[in-house]
Protein backbone atom coordinates (compact mmCIF):
# COMPACT_ATOMS: atom_id res chain seq x y z
CA UNK A 1 0.00 0.00 0.00
CA UNK A 2 2.81 2.07 1.17
CA UNK A 3 4.55 1.41 -2.17
CA UNK A 4 1.69 2.14 -4.20
CA UNK A 5 1.16 5.65 -2.52
CA UNK A 6 4.72 6.89 -3.20
CA UNK A 7 4.44 5.40 -7.37
CA UNK A 8 1.51 7.46 -7.50
CA UNK A 9 3.31 9.96 -5.76
CA UNK A 10 6.08 10.03 -8.34
CA UNK A 11 3.64 9.66 -11.20
CA UNK A 12 1.99 12.86 -10.15
CA UNK A 13 5.36 14.34 -9.53
CA UNK A 14 6.31 13.39 -13.23
CA UNK A 15 3.52 14.86 -14.81
CA UNK A 16 3.57 18.43 -12.93
CA UNK A 17 7.49 19.04 -13.52
CA UNK A 18 8.27 21.55 -16.38
CA UNK A 19 10.53 21.13 -18.51
CA UNK A 20 13.69 20.12 -16.89
CA UNK A 21 13.66 21.89 -14.01
CA UNK A 22 13.39 18.80 -11.67
CA UNK A 23 15.57 21.26 -9.39
CA UNK A 24 12.56 23.13 -8.40
CA UNK A 25 10.32 19.71 -7.69
CA UNK A 26 11.93 18.27 -5.20
CA UNK A 27 10.37 19.64 -2.41
CA UNK A 28 7.17 19.34 -3.96
CA UNK A 29 8.22 15.56 -4.59
CA UNK A 30 8.45 15.24 -0.85
CA UNK A 31 5.35 17.01 0.82
CA UNK A 32 3.73 15.25 -1.99
CA UNK A 33 4.36 11.73 -0.89
CA UNK A 34 3.86 12.52 2.82
CA UNK A 35 0.82 13.96 2.32
CA UNK A 36 -0.04 10.63 -0.24
CA UNK A 37 1.32 8.46 2.82
CA UNK A 38 -1.25 10.07 5.48
CA UNK A 39 -4.06 7.33 5.68
CA UNK A 40 -1.00 5.28 6.48
CA UNK A 41 0.47 7.51 8.93
CA UNK A 42 -2.59 8.73 10.09
CA UNK A 43 -5.54 7.20 11.37
CA UNK A 44 -8.38 9.84 11.92
CA UNK A 45 -7.55 12.96 9.28
CA UNK A 46 -9.08 15.85 9.07
CA UNK A 47 -12.68 16.25 7.05
CA UNK A 48 -12.29 19.72 6.67
CA UNK A 49 -10.53 20.77 3.75
CA UNK A 50 -6.89 23.15 3.87
CA UNK A 51 -7.31 26.82 3.21
CA UNK A 52 -6.56 28.31 -0.17
CA UNK A 53 -2.64 29.06 0.41
CA UNK A 54 -2.46 31.68 -1.90
CA UNK A 55 -4.84 33.52 -0.64
CA UNK A 56 -2.98 33.45 2.88
CA UNK A 57 -0.41 36.27 1.46
CA UNK A 58 -0.77 39.00 -1.19
CA UNK A 59 1.67 38.96 -4.33
CA UNK A 60 2.88 42.76 -2.96
CA UNK A 61 4.06 40.83 0.66
CA UNK A 62 5.98 38.13 -1.33
CA UNK A 63 7.45 40.56 -3.73
CA UNK A 64 8.79 42.52 -1.33
CA UNK A 65 10.46 39.74 0.74
CA UNK A 66 11.53 37.36 -1.65
CA UNK A 67 11.28 39.10 -5.20
CA UNK A 68 9.40 40.44 -8.49
CA UNK A 69 6.77 37.90 -9.88
CA UNK A 70 5.94 37.27 -13.07
CA UNK A 71 2.53 36.00 -12.87
CA UNK A 72 0.06 35.79 -10.60
CA UNK A 73 0.42 32.64 -7.90
CA UNK A 74 -1.60 29.57 -8.90
CA UNK A 75 -3.48 27.54 -6.70
CA UNK A 76 -3.36 23.50 -7.02
CA UNK A 77 -4.46 20.65 -4.61
CA UNK A 78 -2.72 17.85 -4.47
CA UNK A 79 -3.09 14.66 -2.19
CA UNK A 80 -4.52 16.14 0.98
CA UNK A 81 -2.74 19.68 0.52
CA UNK A 82 -3.17 22.42 -1.30
CA UNK A 83 0.29 24.20 -3.07
CA UNK A 84 0.35 27.76 -4.12
CA UNK A 85 3.13 28.13 -6.42
CA UNK A 86 4.72 31.45 -7.08
CA UNK A 87 6.47 32.29 -10.66
CA UNK A 88 9.65 34.77 -9.81
CA UNK A 89 10.99 37.35 -13.28
CA UNK A 90 14.77 36.01 -11.52
CA UNK A 91 14.47 32.56 -11.77
CA UNK A 92 16.97 32.41 -9.06
CA UNK A 93 14.29 33.22 -6.60
CA UNK A 94 11.89 30.31 -5.44
CA UNK A 95 8.98 30.25 -2.80
CA UNK A 96 6.13 27.68 -2.38
CA UNK A 97 3.40 27.84 0.08
CA UNK A 98 1.50 24.48 0.97
CA UNK A 99 -1.45 24.22 3.29
CA UNK A 100 -2.95 20.81 4.99
CA UNK A 101 -4.65 19.77 7.87
CA UNK A 102 -2.32 19.45 11.03
CA UNK A 103 -2.28 16.30 11.81
CA UNK A 104 0.85 16.22 8.92
CA UNK A 105 3.13 18.39 11.46
CA UNK A 106 3.68 15.06 13.65
CA UNK A 107 4.94 13.32 10.61
CA UNK A 108 6.64 15.50 9.01
CA UNK A 109 8.62 17.01 12.28
CA UNK A 110 9.59 13.23 12.92
CA UNK A 111 11.08 12.76 9.46
CA UNK A 112 12.93 15.89 9.16
CA UNK A 113 16.66 16.11 9.15
CA UNK A 114 17.89 18.77 10.83
CA UNK A 115 14.56 20.73 12.98
CA UNK A 116 15.14 23.65 14.48
CA UNK A 117 12.19 25.06 16.64
CA UNK A 118 10.81 28.35 15.58
CA UNK A 119 8.79 30.08 18.37
CA UNK A 120 6.05 32.86 18.01
CA UNK A 121 4.60 31.15 15.06
CA UNK A 122 1.16 29.72 15.56
CA UNK A 123 1.06 26.85 17.91
CA UNK A 124 3.91 25.12 16.78
CA UNK A 125 6.79 25.98 13.91
CA UNK A 126 10.36 24.48 12.93
CA UNK A 127 12.67 25.18 10.48
CA UNK A 128 14.59 22.47 8.31
CA UNK A 129 17.10 22.45 5.49
CA UNK A 130 18.20 19.46 3.53
CA UNK A 131 15.01 17.06 4.24
CA UNK A 132 15.19 16.07 0.47
CA UNK A 133 17.31 18.48 -1.16
CA UNK A 134 20.08 19.88 -0.05
CA UNK A 135 19.74 23.33 -1.48
CA UNK A 136 15.88 23.78 0.60
CA UNK A 137 15.03 25.55 3.72
CA UNK A 138 11.22 25.10 4.92
CA UNK A 139 9.51 26.19 7.83
CA UNK A 140 6.41 24.14 8.97
CA UNK A 141 3.77 25.98 11.33
CA UNK A 142 0.76 24.78 12.75
CA UNK A 143 -1.85 26.76 14.01
CA UNK A 144 -5.17 24.86 15.38
CA UNK A 145 -6.30 22.78 12.41
CA UNK A 146 -3.89 23.78 10.03
CA UNK A 147 -0.69 22.97 9.11
CA UNK A 148 1.55 25.82 6.78
CA UNK A 149 4.65 24.76 5.09
CA UNK A 150 7.00 27.37 3.31
CA UNK A 151 9.73 26.82 1.03
CA UNK A 152 12.32 28.35 -0.57
CA UNK A 153 16.51 28.37 -1.61
CA UNK A 154 18.97 28.42 0.38
CA UNK A 155 20.07 32.33 0.22
CA UNK A 156 21.31 35.06 2.42
CA UNK A 157 18.48 35.68 4.91
CA UNK A 158 16.36 32.41 3.67
CA UNK A 159 15.04 31.61 7.48
CA UNK A 160 13.94 35.79 7.91
CA UNK A 161 12.44 35.57 4.53
CA UNK A 162 10.30 32.44 5.90
CA UNK A 163 9.64 33.74 9.35
CA UNK A 164 8.33 36.88 8.07
CA UNK A 165 6.25 35.06 5.26
CA UNK A 166 5.02 32.84 7.75
CA UNK A 167 3.80 35.20 10.32
CA UNK A 168 1.57 37.01 7.63
CA UNK A 169 -0.08 33.22 6.50
CA UNK A 170 -0.53 32.41 10.25
CA UNK A 171 -2.48 35.59 10.65
CA UNK A 172 -4.44 35.49 8.05
CA UNK A 173 -5.98 31.74 9.17
Not at 8 to 27: E, F, Y
Not at 33 to 45: D, E, F, R
Not at 133 to 158: F, N, Q
Request: glycine share 8%; proline share 5%.
Amino acid sequence: MIVDKLHMAWTHHSLIVKGNNMRRSRPLLLLYASLCLGSALIAQPSLAGPPDPCSLLTTTEVEQVVGKLKSAPTSETLGHGVRCGYDFADEKNEFELWTSGASWSKALHKDAKQPVMVSGLGDEAFMDRGKVDPEAVDLYIRKGATLIVLMTRKSPGDEEKLKTLGKKAVGRL
